[in-house]
């Protein structure tokens, strides 16, 4: 059904910004649009996992060095069929996680120091799960797909506008109020919705691959907890939807335009699960 949706989703986002720019220059836009969303997908592609793992001074540790972090990522990604993912940790008492890099090959599974203090075991495997479970279904190419696109559409309005667009069309004020003001809300909101429908499918997938979805259920209510508490220092809006909880902390509108689902949503559906397995 997560799958389903995100298709739905992402062929929305995909029409609506071929509709913006063959409003923004006919079919001549729709396909300077096109090539505009090929190129920043390519890049993203190729170069996102570098990027943020710079942003937040990741560093690789080996196996020496994080023993028990390596064995349980090994086991997880055996158990799932999975190439061996790069470890790596961020200087960051904040807890979370995320995994990133293009494809399972070149995969990357990177934890905060405050994480690696707080969970244990069985917590620490559920958030491991969950990040592989990212991984498993390219979640990490759809992410960066879906913000690229809705990037290169909110860049293709400013474009419009500043050159005049389609103003001169036929039905041009309506199309103009649509390009500039309904259609980059209308893709920020469903990048949003996208993202929300990964970390649910990515919740539903780590449960089962590390076989207890309480685990992962007493992790996200730990980390939510901890990350309120001690906030991240330098989170950045563009990269929130990596981490498996949300490290910018806000008001209720800030919550709103959340990429992630409510914490307290996603534990539910964990213990449904439990039940439904009879833990």
């Known amino acids: 059904m997560n799958a389903f949706k995100t298709f739905l989703l992402m062929a929305t986002l995909t029409g609506l910004f071929l509709l913006v720019g063959y409003l923004a220059g006919g079919t001549r836009g729709m396909i300077i649009a096109l090539g505009l969303a090929a190129v920043l997908n390519v890049g993203s592609y190729w170069f996102s996992d570098k990027i943020v793992l710079m942003m937040y001074r990741a560093q690789e540790a080996s196996e020496s060095q994080a023993p028990e972090l ?134 539903a997938g780590g449960a089962a691959l590390a076989r207890n979805p309480l685990g992962l259920a007493h992790a996200l209510a730990k980390l939510e907890r901890a990350s309120e508490a001690v906030p991240m220092t330098k989170a950045e809006p563009n990269t929130s939807h990596l981490f498996i909880v949300n490290p910018l902390r806000g008001n209720w509108m800030g919550r709103l335009f959340s990429t992630h689902p409510p914490v307290a949503k996603r534990i539910e559906r964990l213990e449904e699960m439990a039940r439904e397995k009879g833990r």
């Open 70 to 203: 390596h064995a349980t990522v090994r086991k997880l990604a055996e158990r799932e069929g999975l190439p061996m993912p790069r470890v790596f940790i961020i200087p960051e008492e904040s807890p979370n996680a995320f995994a990133t890099g293009r494809d399972p090959q070149h995969a990357v599974v990177a934890c905060t120091v405050g994480l690696l203090r707080i969970l244990n075991q069985e917590e620490l495997e559920g958030v491991l799960a969950h990040e592989l479970s990212h991984v498993q279904h390219r979640d990490l190419l759809i992410g960066a797909f879906a913000a690229t696109l809705a990037g290169a559409l909110m860049i293709l309005a400013r474009l419009a506008l500043f050159f005049g667009g389609g103003r001169d069309r036929e039905g041009g004020v309506i199309g103009w109020l649509l390009l500039l003001i309904l259609a980059p809300i209308a893709a920020l909101l469903i990048r949003l919705a996208i993202s929300r429908s990964r970390e649910y499918a990515a919740d």
